[in-house]
């Protein structure tokens, strides 16, 4: 809930609206989720509410110290999310809905397809669980776990808006990144929030023909539309673009693309973030040789493109997108006589 409908709720079940910015501050500042705990609440308030709809199923921490959990929802569909801890940033990666409808090659989320929409309580919740599994604050949070963000725009941005509300989260909207495989009119309809979050694409390829093979959907959305809506959505706030490129052994990490990037870069205010691939069981990808990404992201730089490679985190506990989820549904179906 928003502050406003939870406040709308307090009062028409009887209660002062003052109840409502105590219940904020039990949930989303002090992340108490068992209302017994909630000691300046009556029971007769407590009693009549429910927090938390869904469940950690299973949790895996890598020696890197990041947590994935896989999360059973209230009609037994399963989400993963992520924390991933650097220092004093403690970064949640939070998924949007119930597998994929992109169809991206490389990826596990979209596997088995879309299931449904997350509603934007079980896009929080997972913050909610993440703190309480790690014992830490989140601090930084990238819409970039199963799904598509802005195929599900409105329970998105309803979940943005809880995130940087004061009386709820509180996180800086310069502390969120929204990733997307590239839907330029939602990026516009993002773009006028006004709020200054940070937009990733997903670009991986340099052309619309690679890009068409590694995702289906990019057939009919040429990157001249996504980057022209990219630019409306820079020239909004003047926040930098992020574009994401999963390098994948001997598909899309010749030098020669690393120039074709380039060419889209110089064309947009943008950092570039190089992303070696995390291997997938079930797919024909690999990742590419320590040299390939050096050298890749060296000729990048001499173009005077702004690239950094994303080391990879939490590989020995399924951290790709809808690993852990794939693994679950293996168990599951051994388990059956």
């Given at each position: 809930m928003s502050f406003d409908e939870i406040t709308s709720a307090v009062v028409a079940a009887g209660h002062p609206r003052y109840r409502a910015d105590q219940i904020a501050d039990w949930v989303y500042r002090k992340s108490i989720t068992d209302p017994a705990r909630m000691s300046n609440l009556p029971r007769t308030l407590t009693g009549g509410f429910d927090i938390l709809t869904s469940q950690v199923a299973k949790r895996r921490t890598s020696k890197d110290g990041t947590t994935k959990l896989l999360l059973t929802l209230a009609d037994g569909s399963h989400v993963e999310?992520?924390?991933?801890?650097?220092?004093?940033?403690?970064?949640?990666?939070?998924?949007?809905?119930?597998?994929?409808a992109m169809g991206c090659t490389f990826c596990a989320s979209g596997l088995g397809g879309l299931r449904r929409n997350c509603t934007c309580g079980e896009i929080l919740q997972q913050i909610l669980h993440l703190q309480h599994a790690c014992?830490?604050?989140?601090?930084?949070?990238?819409?970039?776990?199963?799904?598509?963000?802005?195929?599900n725009f409105n329970q998105t941005v309803k979940a943005l808006r809880a995130l940087t509300d004061p009386k709820l989260f509180g996180?800086?909207?310069?502390?969120?990144?929204?990733?997307?495989?590239?839907?330029?009119?939602?990026?516009?309809?993002?773009?006028?929030?006004?709020?200054?979050?940070?937009?990733?694409?997903?670009?991986?390829?340099?052309?619309?023909?690679?890009?068409?093979?590694?995702?289906p959907m990019a057939s009919s959305v040429p990157i001249r539309r996504i980057i022209s809506a990219a630019r409306q959505f820079y020239e909004s706030r003047h926040r930098e673009i992020t574009l994401e490129y999963l390098l994948l052994g001997g598909i899309n990490d010749d030098p020669g693309y690393a120039d074709q990037l380039a060419e889209i870069s110089d064309s947009l205010r943008c950092n570039v973030n190089l992303i070696p691939y995390n291997p997938v069981p079930e797919l024909p990808?690999?990742?590419?040789?320590?040299?390939?990404?050096?050298?890749?992201?060296?000729?990048?730089?001499?173009?005077?493109?702004?690239?950094?490679?994303?080391?990879?985190?939490?590989?020995?506990?399924?951290?790709?997108?809808?690993?852990?989820?794939?693994?679950?549904?293996r168990d599951d179906l051994s388990d059956q006589p």
């Open positions: 999310t992520v924390l991933i801890p650097d220092r004093r940033r403690k970064t949640a990666c939070l998924s949007t809905q119930v597998g994929c014992g830490t604050k989140v601090t930084n949070v990238v819409f970039m776990g199963m799904g598509e963000p802005l195929a996180i800086s909207a310069r502390k969120i990144t929204v990733s997307t495989i590239g839907i330029p009119d939602k990026i516009r309809r993002l773009a006028k929030l006004r709020e200054p979050f940070t937009l990733a694409i997903s670009l991986h390829a340099p052309n619309d023909q690679l890009r068409a093979k590694l995702i990808y690999d990742r590419p040789t320590d040299l390939a990404i050096e050298s890749f992201a060296e000729r990048l730089s001499k173009r005077g493109v702004n690239a950094n490679i994303r080391r990879p985190r939490g590989q020995d506990v399924a951290a790709a997108c809808g690993q852990l989820t794939r693994q679950s549904r």
